[in-house]
C-alpha cells in the first residue's frame, strides 16, 4: 500500500477526534508565536512552541536511549495512537506538532536512523503523498530518535525555502541523464541540490554526493537533514 496525501489527512482527522492530548497540541499551533525575518536576503521563520520542547528537547544520549522504550516502536506506542501502512513503514501523527499538519514515518523494524540504503524510500514515500514535504534528520543532527529509523512529513507551503528556492542560483556540480546536483551558496545556510525527474536518477545522485561527504571520526553517517519533495 503506498499512502496518498488525502489518506494521511483523513489519518490525521480520525486521530484527533479520539487523541486529546494530541488534538490540544494541534490546537495550540493557534497560538505559536511566529515571526519572519530577513538574513542576508533569505526569509526565516522562527516559531515559539512550548509544547514541541517534549521532542526537541528530548535526552538522546547512549545511556538515555538505553534506559527509555523506543516511542516509535508499535507495542510502545499509546494505546489511542494508529497508524497507515506503507510497505516497511508505517504513518503516524505526530503528538508535538510543528506543521498544522505533522506526521512521523517509522520503519516497521527497530533499526537505526541512517539514510544511506534508505533515501529510496523517501523519494517513493515523498511522490504518493504529493502535499507532503519529507524531511529527515540525521542520528546527530535533531533527530529525537536516533535509534529508530524515520522521516517525518509536514504540509506543503509551511517554509520558506519551498517559496524561495527558484531565486537562488545554482552551482552545477555533476548530473545524472535529466537529474542535476547543484550547490546553492547564496542561501543563508549553504546546501546541496538534487533536482530530478525520476526517482532512479536522483538516487544515483544522492549516493554519489553521499559518498563524498565527511564522515567523522566516531560519527555513523556524514551530518544532514534532507527535505524532499
Known sequence: MKVTSEQAKQLLTDQLSVWESARDNYKALEAVQVKELTVEGCTVKIQFNPARIVSSAAKVDTQSLKERKCFLCAENRPEVQEGLPDGSYTWLINPFPIFPEHFTIPVNEHLPQLIEKRFGD??????????????YNGPKCGASAPDHAHFQAGNKGFLPLEKELKKYRRIPIRTEKSARLSQVEDYICPFFLIEAESEETAEKLFVKLYNALELKEGEPEPMMNILTW
Open 122 to 135: 523517501m523519494l517513493r514515500l515523498a511522490h504518493a503523498a504529493e502535499h507532503y514535504v519529507l524531511f
